[in-house]
């Protein structure tokens, strides 16, 4: 545990609906109360486990009464008791520094590092609190592990030619087994006992790498529901029949036994229950490109190897958003088409050759693309919390933006179940508005104008790229050709925005940049409120991440951040439900749908389709949370559809 409190008290109070998993003081699970149910318990000795953003268990001797209702749970006791409250957060940090040299074995060494970072080396590393982050790599002169670090010795090795595509792809595998990478002639993965897997399939180096890491994780997915918590697991369900191992004998034994048992399953066996892999990143095949490697390992990303990593994925330019003229342009803008500045992005930033690509996915092909940089990830691990309330700023510098300013605004007012500060601003001085992101605040929402020469103020422009300090986190540059900008805030402290490529029509700016505010106030990641948009066609792919797009500005309400579309039918309806991570909310955790005909869990993240729904039943569950929802092609809120539409 992080940290342990003890405090006296009748009674604990969560702005949550988890599950909440009771256990006996020696660990069995002993209940677990979901979503809209209530238990009481005798008076004896329990452990609460509280699922969320970071564990959190209650040790308690009483009576006790667990009702989770919509929106929020409460722990109650047969009297004023001893309470005592322990927490568990992700290890989000590197504990250490590696430096290494350009060489590609030296390289091997500093990755082989990577699984000191994991809790255990049993299943239970599936879930995301038991697997720290990595260390930190810095390209140096020489190779430099500090004694700090240690590897579990596994028994498993990774055999790759000494390249730097070689090394980076197997990143994430390696950090996950904790194995050591070793040159090779041949791509595979050995054990001690003898084993061998070879690393280049039919489908290529990249591909079998990635299908087994996926393989073996959601098989210790399955088989980890031998131990402590054993959750009826949808996946196991599924699979369970087909798979040539028993899984309860399989639990427990030496990561080598396992291993081995489950490289025996095709991959075709097991494809169809994969949890979703939103997360894609291609690199180019440059030395300094290893020091990205830490932060996907962490995030268990798929790695590419592409020549062109570096250069933005564009969205064709529209019309111009204009709302006329403004007293510090130079020449008259009013109904031009403001020049791009595509080939400078490229020349200015592809030329550092450091950025990379990445991409979000789902099972329904919509792709979010994002440019990331190292300088996002860094500012995510140095950053601290904050005490006292989340703080959004907005700014309008067009008082003919109004509409999309009131929305915005009433927006992120509409969560009175989270401590927020919303401050508007109108029509800053340049000086005023370097204050504002230079000040410490969780998000900034930005309404205006950007030129080639920066951000538009009152008394003439500000450029991101100058600024020598960002306090802010994340943000929205709602305006024309926002890329280079927003680039330009990463690099001085932010963490993630969203931006654009090229001109917005002013219609298309309000209805997406009302509908992102709404989506971010519900806890949605950066990406996720983009592939909403996408959904209904709002956005046109006009609007790009920069920086970390899993960000999240608040915590939602409802455990995951989900949209559901509905898909009428005669006399039911079809309900998918499509699930984001976020950067507090990684690969391995689980999530139960409460609906009556579903009382299974299943792995966090993607898209899972409910079938026959009965209006009744879509009706109870439309009401547990308020969500966003698709619904005949429109993006509506659950709590607001009538059981008339349905």
């Not at 990478?181 to 001690?192: A, E, K, N, R």
């Not at 180096?205 to 529901?225: A, G, Y």
């Not at 992102?516 to 950066?526: E, M, T, V």
Request: contains cysteine; charged residues 20%.
């Amino acid at each position: 545990m992080d940290t342990t409190v003890e405090i006296t008290t009748d009674s604990i109070q969560l702005l949550s609906d988890n599950s909440v998993y009771v256990r006996k003081t020696t660990g069995p699970l002993l209940t677990e109360v979901q979503s809209n149910e209530s238990v009481t318990l005798p008076r004896a000795k329990y452990i609460l486990d509280l699922s969320g953003p970071i564990k959190v268990y209650v040790s308690v001797e009483s009576a006790v009464h667990v009702h989770a209702g919509i929106g929020q749970t409460e722990l109650t006791f047969g009297e004023t008791t001893s309470v005592v409250i322990s927490a568990r957060s992700y290890h989000t940090s590197p504990a250490a520094t590696i430096t290494t040299s350009s060489d590609p074995e030296d390289m091997m060494q500093a990755v082989s590092m990577f699984g000191s970072a994991l809790k255990t080396t049993a299943t239970e590393r599936s879930y995301p609190t038991l697997r720290g982050h990595p260390p930190a790599i810095e390209l140096s002169d020489e190779l430099d592990i500090p004694h700090t670090l240690s590897r579990p010795q596994t028994g498993i090795r990774i055999e790759v030619p000494p390249t730097l595509q070689h090394v980076f792809v197997v990143a994430p595998l390696a950090y996950y087994l904790a194995v050591e990478v070793v040159p090779g002639s041949t791509p595979q993965l050995v054990t001690d006992t003898g084993y061998t897997v070879l690393l280049e399939g039919t489908e290529g180096f990249e591909v079998t790498v990635s299908h087994l890491l996926k393989q073996i994780f959601l098989l210790d997915c399955i088989v980890r529901t031998e131990g402590e918590t054993p959750l009826p697991l949808y996946e196991r369900q599924a699979l369970e029949s087909a798979l040539k191992f028993d899984i309860e004998d399989l639990y427990g034994r030496r990561l080598v036994e396992q291993l081995e048992a489950y490289l025996e399953v095709p991959f075709d066996t097991i494809r169809s229950q994969l949890p979703e892999w939103q997360f894609e990143t291609r690199l180019k095949p440059r030395a300094q490109q290893i020091e990205y490697l830490p932060f996907l390992a962490d995030k268990l990303a798929t790695v590419r190897i592409r020549e062109d990593a570096s250069n933005p994925v564009r969205s064709s330019p529209t019309r111009v958003r204009t709302t006329g003229n403004h007293p510090y342009i130079k020449t008259n803008r009013t109904d031009q088409k403001i020049s791009t500045r595509n080939d400078e992005i490229t020349a200015e930033y592809d030329g550092e050759q450091s950025n990379i690509q990445q991409f979000w996915k789902d099972d329904n092909r919509t792709e979010i693309a994002g440019t990331g940089t190292l300088s996002a990830f860094q500012n995510s691990v140095t950053q601290s919390p904050r005490d006292g309330d989340l703080e959004i700023e907005v700014i309008c510098n067009d008082p003919d933006m109004s509409e999309e300013f009131v929305a915005v605004h009433s927006a992120y007012q509409d969560r009175n179940d989270l401590p927020l500060d919303v401050a508007v601003h109108y029509d800053l001085t340049t000086d005023d508005f370097e204050d504002v992101f230079a000040s410490e605040s969780d998000f900034v929402h930005y309404i205006g104008h950007i030129d080639p020469e920066g951000f538009r103020c009152s008394d003439g422009w500000i450029d991101a790229r100058e600024l020598e300090t960002v306090g802010t986190k994340a943000f929205v540059l709602n305006a024309c050709q926002s890329y280079e900008q927003g680039l330009g805030l990463i690099e001085a402290g932010a963490i993630g925005g969203i931006v654009t490529f090229s001109e917005v029509q002013n219609e298309t700016a309000v209805t997406a940049g009302s509908a992102i505010a709404c989506l971010l106030n519900r806890g949605f990641p950066l990406y996720g409120a983009l592939d909403t948009l996408q959904k209904v066609g709002e956005s046109d792919q006009q609007y790009h991440i920069v920086g970390d797009g899993a960000l999240s500005v608040v915590q939602t309400n409802q455990g995951l951040p989900t949209v559901g579309t509905i898909i009428q039918n005669r006399d039911s309806s079809d309900i998918i439900l499509t699930v984001y991570t976020t950067s507090s909310q990684k690969l391995g955790g689980v999530y139960n749908i409460a609906v009556e005909s579903d009382d299974s869990y299943r792995l966090a993240f993607g898209n899972v389709c409910l079938r026959s729904v009965t209006t009744a039943e879509l009706v109870k569950f439309l009401n547990t949370e308020t969500f966003p929802v698709l619904l005949e092609g429109e993006l509506r809120w659950s709590t607001d559809i009538k059981t008339h539409e349905l």
